[in-house]
Nanobody, 122 residues
Framework: QVQLVESGGGWVQTGGSLRLSCAAS????????MGWFGQAPGKEREFVAA????????YYTDSVSGRFTISRGNAKNTVYLQMNSLKPEDTAVYYC???????????????WGQGTQVTVSS
């Protein structure tokens, strides 16, 4: 079992930056591909970014490519999402998740955190 706890969310103006963290406990995250998903009000949870076990491969949804960066510190058992040039449409609850392998499909992820709210004002 892996327990995931997100932090770093908050309120920011358009164009601002935030860095989300996802701290894992129970097992080392070096065994897992990790992902970030966002759920905007009234919408389904959607894929944002993913990173392979080694950190050598990363994937992003088109809307955040070039603005967000996913990274991992396996020694700290933590995954990060650096969010730059934030837009109001980035407003969502952001969840980190862990799975065997790597992918963008939420149902393939086995472990989920409780989420952290990001609000971007115009």
């Amino acid at each position: 079992q892996v327990q995931l706890v997100e932090s770093g969310g908050g309120w920011v103006q358009t164009g601002g930056s935030l860095r989300l963290s996802c701290a894992a406990s129970g097992r080392t995250i070096s065994s897992y591909g990790m992902g970030w998903f966002g759920q905007a009000p009234g919408k389904e949870r959607e894929f944002v970014a993913a990173i392979s076990r080694s950190g050598g491969s990363t994937y992003y949804t088109d809307s955040v490519s070039g603005r967000f960066t996913i990274s991992r510190g396996n020694a700290k058992n933590t995954v990060y999402l650096q969010m730059n040039s934030l837009k109001p449409e980035d407003t969502a609850v952001y969840y980190c998740a862990a799975r065997n392998g790597l992918g963008a499909r939420g149902y393939e992820y086995d472990y989920w955190g409780q989420g952290t709210q990001v609000t971007v004002s115009s």
